[in-house]
């Protein structure tokens, strides 16, 4: 089963932290670059973090900069998002898949990239 899974979501107070994983089965994270997105209720998703295959570029929405941290360990088949100063506007859905990295469109896929499922982020006292 090809497949990429997501952990480490959870219920977090404003200001605090959380650390994502999304670890791959199935083929090797090495050969392409992942994007994290997230979907909050009601809007589109959108594309916040992406990690280039040897993590050498690594790129953020505005909404998220000098807040979320991406990286990853390709001996491990896993990459990370690390949040930071979590805001109730984080709140969402983070799914990662493999993806095109830019500048302007942060990341983006197509029909044969690799998805996860999702795990639920939520930023509430």
């Known amino acids: 089963q090809v497949q990429l899974v997501e952990s480490g979501g959870g219920l977090v107070q404003p200001g605090g932290s959380l650390r994502l994983s999304c670890s791959a089965s199935?083929?090797?994270?090495?050969?392409?670059?992942i994007g994290w997105f997230r979907q909050a209720p009601g809007k589109e998703r959108e594309g916040v973090a992406c990690i280039s295959k040897s993590a050498d570029n690594t790129y953020y929405s505005d909404s998220v900069k000098g807040r979320f941290t991406g990286s990853r360990d390709n001996a491990k088949n896993t990459v990370y998002l690390q949040m930071n100063s979590l805001k109730p506007e984080d709140t969402a859905v983070y799914y990662c898949?493999?993806?095109?990295?830019?500048?302007?469109?942060?990341?983006?896929?197509?029909?044969?990239?690799?998805w996860g499922k999702g795990t639920l982020v939520t930023v509430s006292s």
């Open positions: 898949a493999t993806a095109w990295c830019s500048k302007i469109s942060v990341a983006t896929t197509r029909g044969g990239d690799y």
């Open positions: 199935g083929f090797t994270l090495d050969y392409y670059a």
